[in-house]
């Protein structure tokens, strides 16, 4: 998708229309994390549901460890 910087006062401001922002899920109080490197704009995860997707693949692979080695060979 491409999306075009709108001039407000002395700034520019990236709309987000409406449909985009529900399939994403962001709203107003959303933090968005900008990336100078990757030209990535992201909503910043919540620490909870970051660990506890680790704690998710931790479990697999202390599980299932030995049949990724498996796969993997």
Known sequence: MVKH???T?????LV???PLLKATRIDADTALEISTDGDVITPVR???RVKKFN???TTI???YAGV????AE
């Open 61 to 63: 692979h202390d599980r």
């Open 55 to 57: 704690a998710g693949v």
């Open 68 to 71: 990724f080695r498996k796969l």
């Open 9 to 13: 006062g002395n700034s520019l401001a």
């Open 16 to 18: 987000l229309d409406r």
């Open 46 to 48: 919540e620490t909870s």
């Open 5 to 7: 910087l709108t001039k």
